[in-house]
C-alpha cells in the first residue's frame, strides 16, 4: 500500500473565528493568546478523531449494567509542542489530552538559510513504537521545523503513522516536503494558503506567531 500524506482543513466555525482573530494584525498579545489556545483545543479534537485506542467494558449506571467506551490508558499519549511557537497551541491540546505527557523540543530557524537548528531537547533517549505523538507547530512554512522534529522522534521509535501534526496555517512548500519525507502522516490545519515570501513567511499567514504570543 502506498502511503500518502494527508491533510486536514477541518470546517468548524470557531476554527474559522479564531483564526480570523489570529491573523488580524490589530488583534492584541492577550487576545492572539486566547485565539490559539482555542486553535488548540479544537484543531486537536479533530486530529484525535478515530485516533486514540480505546476499550469497551461495562459500567453499572444508577438502573442497570450498560456497556461503556473509555481511551485506552495502557497506550501512551505525548504531546510534543514546538518551542516557541507551538507553546500556544498546548493549552488547548492539553485540555483536551489531560493525561499526555508533555515532551519540549526547541527549534529555531536560521532566518537566512531558512534552516532549522535545535537548541532544547527533552525527548527520551527511546520512546514505545506504540505511542501516540501530537505535534503543536503554528506555522507549517518550509517544513523544515517540522522535518527536524520528526527526525528526532522517529530515530527515538515513534511510527510516523501514529503521529499527528496540528498546525494553525500550512504553505504547499511544508507540505510537499513533508509528503515526500514522511508521507504517512496526517496534519490538521485551520488554512492552507497561498505561499512564502523571500523571508520564508507565509502568506497572507498571520506574521510570527511566537512573538505575537508572547508580546516581543
Known amino acids: 500500500m502506498t502511503l500518502q500524506l494527508r491533510v486536514y482543513v477541518p470546517p468548524h466555525p470557531l476554527i474559522k473565528h479564531w483564526l480570523g482573530v489570529a491573523r488580524d494584525a490589530a488583534t492584541p498579545s492577550a487576545l492572539f493568546r486566547s485565539a490559539m489556545t482555542e486553535l488548540g483545543r479544537w484543531l486537536t479534537y479533530e486530529a484525535i478523531r478515530e485516533w486514540l485506542p480505546t476499550v469497551e467494558t461495562t459500567v453499572e449506571t444508577p438502573l ?4 461503556a467506551t473509555f481511551i485506552n490508558p495502557e497506550v501512551p499519549i505525548v504531546v510534543v509542542p514546538i518551542l516557541r511557537a507551538g507553546l500556544g ?19 529555531v530557524r536560521n532566518e ?24 503543536t507547530d503554528p506555522m507549517l512554512a518550509t517544513g523544515g521545523t517540522t522535518i527536524a522534529a520528526m527526525k528526532e522522534l522517529t530515530q527515538r ?12 496555517v500550512a504553505a504547499p512548500p511544508a507540505l510537499q516536503k513533508l509528503s515526500t ?36
Do not use: W
Open 89 to 107: 497551541l498546548l493549552d488547548g491540546a492539553q485540555g483536551i489530552l489531560p493525561l499526555a505527557s508533555i515532551y519540549h523540543l526547541g527549534l
Open 157 to 168: 521509535g515513534v511510527n510516523p503513522a501514529l503521529v499527528r501534526i496540528v498546525s494553525v
Open 64 to 67: 442497570s449494567p450498560c456497556p
Open 112 to 135: 537566512e538559510t531558512l534552516e532549522a537548528s535545535c537548541y532544547l531537547n527533552r525527548l527520551p533517549d527511546q520512546i514505545d513504537s506504540q505511542t501516540h505523538v501530537l505535534i
Open 181 to 216: 519525507a514522511y508521507p504517512g502522516l496526517n496534519i490538521y490545519t485551520a488554512a492552507i494558503d497561498e505561499g512564502l515570501n523571500e523571508k520564508g513567511f507565509i502568506v497572507p499567514g498571520l506574521g510570527d506567531a511566537g512573538d505575537r504570543t508572547f508580546g516581543t
